[in-house]
């Protein structure tokens, strides 16, 4: 059973691009989550995705938009990047709801804005 | 201002020492959850604590949940270098089970 896999897993962009990272969820999960990671700190936030449709966001500006696919993939899309974006972007997956749900993380994804 | 505060944010001890992780808020939560996570890799689950009052034991390690379910620790008995790693706690909080919250973290390591 494959576990929660993130795409890519590094890359390097500079400042003004545009970035699109990819996360596939654990076998049977239906909701994705995607946080910000900066180094040194806990994961930050940023939305969750349930039927393709947003289902909650953190404290992040409109740069920062998602997507989730009929099969319940989703990607995370930051446009006009900054060099403080560069973090570790973490994608978690989960089912069910209320205070037992528990969310299976992925690698990362590790951006480096130059 | 993190929502979920853990203390300390960092630690360093010699094999075989005893050592208790805290994480505290002031706000309610539905649950908590305990993770480790190891440079470069995501976080790994270690346990979910969801009654207040509830322990959990996982080997070496003991995990509480505060009465209020406004905080919780973790302590690790007799630790060793395989512990080493970041210790984040996070959870949802009452009412709120679509947005996930968690702690600053806390870096151990263990020296042998």
């Known amino acids: 059973d494959a576990g929660v896999t993130q795409s890519p897993t590094h890359l390097i962009k500079t400042r003004g691009q545009q970035v699109t990272l990819r996360c596939s969820p654990k076998?049977?999960?239906?909701?994705v989550s995607w946080y910000q990671q900066a180094l040194g700190q806990g994961p930050q936030f940023i939305f969750q995705y349930y039927e393709e449709e947003e289902r909650q966001r953190g404290n992040f500006p409109d740069r920062f938009s998602g997507h989730q696919f009929p099969n319940y993939s989703s990607e995370l899309n930051v446009n006009a990047l900054l060099l403080g974006d560069s973090a570790l972007y973490l994608c978690?997956?989960?089912?069910?709801?209320?205070?037992?749900?528990?969310?299976?993380f992925g690698p990362g994804t590790r951006l480096l804005v130059l | 201002t993190q929502l979920l505060e853990q203390s300390p944010q960092f630690l360093s001890i010699q094999e075989g020492e005893n050592l208790t992780v805290y994480c505290n808020s002031s706000?309610?939560?539905?649950?908590l959850q305990w993770y480790r996570q190891e440079p470069g890799e995501g976080p790994v689950l270690l346990v979910t604590v969801v009654t207040g009052g509830e322990v959990k034991k996982l080997k070496r390690l003991t995990f509480q949940f505060g009465d209020a379910r406004k905080d919780s620790s973790l302590h690790i008995t007799a630790a060793q270098p395989g512990d080493t790693g970041l210790y984040l706690c996070?959870?949802?909080?009452?009412?709120?089970?679509?947005?996930?919250?968690f702690g600053s973290g806390t870096k151990l390591n263990v020296k042998p």
């Open positions: 076998s049977g999960h239906d909701t």
């Open positions: 706000s309610v939560f539905s649950s």
């Open positions: 996070a959870g949802h909080r009452e009412y709120n089970f679509n947005k996930f919250y």
């Open positions: 978690a997956s989960s089912s069910g709801q209320g205070n037992r749900e528990t969310q299976y």
